[in-house]
């Protein structure tokens, strides 16, 4: 880990980056090749828009510009209540506009309190309270809290890991290009060894995570930031800290005081990914997902909230990729004891899914360790991993 600031340079003129390749599959479905292009050109013009930072403001401008169209239209018609409703919406649309535009893009607002640290949390509240920060102050970190991060990067970066490869985190002071929080300037960066190792991507998840957490408790804003990060502005502003030869970036973290003041699309959605699926669709009693787990039962009980942290993990777009089966073995009595939770991914991502259940096993850790219940983290072994295979899981 390194605690120095980046060397002052200008920042990057913002260009939209390739189409990534799960968009190109995308596009590529497409048979008709003027509806491809037109799909290609529509896809490029918004992330041009995301990463110039001018996307959340355009598409509520379209909006109202779309309901004034209807405006004009109804007035055509004759006029009534139908007009003035579209009137009174399109005006409220373009008044809000003007407000984001003037007081996140510009910065023209009044000066915001320090957020107050959240000590007398315990670790579930802790991790209910905490939600992405989409908008951040235009002040830097304190000395005070900006020392305290560091020490927290220094003391999970030395816990052991899951896997064998190394990762860490390097720390940037500087505007990269990010999508989509907003007045974001300060940021830690996840990096491993450019060589694929799923491991060391789940122990990026698995430590930043505890970063996190304790960044929220001390009443900073976080956004974990993956497909919306543009890797070369980050490579421009590490510098020599980056080594493309041996190292690859797996996702970055926005950290700051958060802001109140958001732009409405961004408050939108927000709102969109704050939903979770119910525990019954994450946990499971058998090996093919079909029996979920009755977790307010005996011997599953005992692990408490612990479920619920990992119900309300972040994940990109909240995609929820993460599932946990209970196994099970009998005790001396006859009953029923715990003998491991097993974690898996749902989808094929070599990446956001491998950090999202790095992200579970942090929250399963602290969770666990709140509740005064104590083990570690292993991969299944080869004999474990042909038994997941005949039932089609992952190994």
Known sequence: MSTRHAPHTPRITATAPDIGTNEKAILDRIRIPVLKSLATSIWRAKLHLQFT???????????????????????????????????IVGSLLLAVTLFDLV????????????PERKDDLGMFDLMRSRRSCRSFQTRKLTADDHNELLRSVQVHSNEPTIGQSPVRFEYISAPLTVWPTVNATEFLVALAPKKYDRLAIIDVGHRLQKIVMDATRMGLGTCWIGPGADH???????????NPEVDQIICVCAVGYKSGYTPIFLRIFNAQLSRRLPLSSLFFADLQFQTPLDVGA?????????FEICEWAPSSYNGQTTRCVAVTKEDERGGMQVERFDFYATTESRYYAAVATGIWCANWELGCKAMGLYGHFARLSAKERAIHLENGLPP
């Open 53 to 87: 930072g001018w996307l959340q403001y355009t598409i509520p401008a379209l909006f109202a510009i779309v309901v004034f169209l209807l405006y004009g239209l109804a007035q055509l018609l004759g006029g009534g209540p139908v007009a003035t409703f579209f009137g």
């Open 103 to 114: 007081t996140v893009k510009f910065r023209l607002r009044f000066p915001e309190p320090l």
């Open 232 to 242: 070369a502005s980050i490579m421009h502003h590490l510098g020599n800290r980056f």
């Open 298 to 306: 005996s011997p599953f009980n005992q692990f408490g909230r612990t």
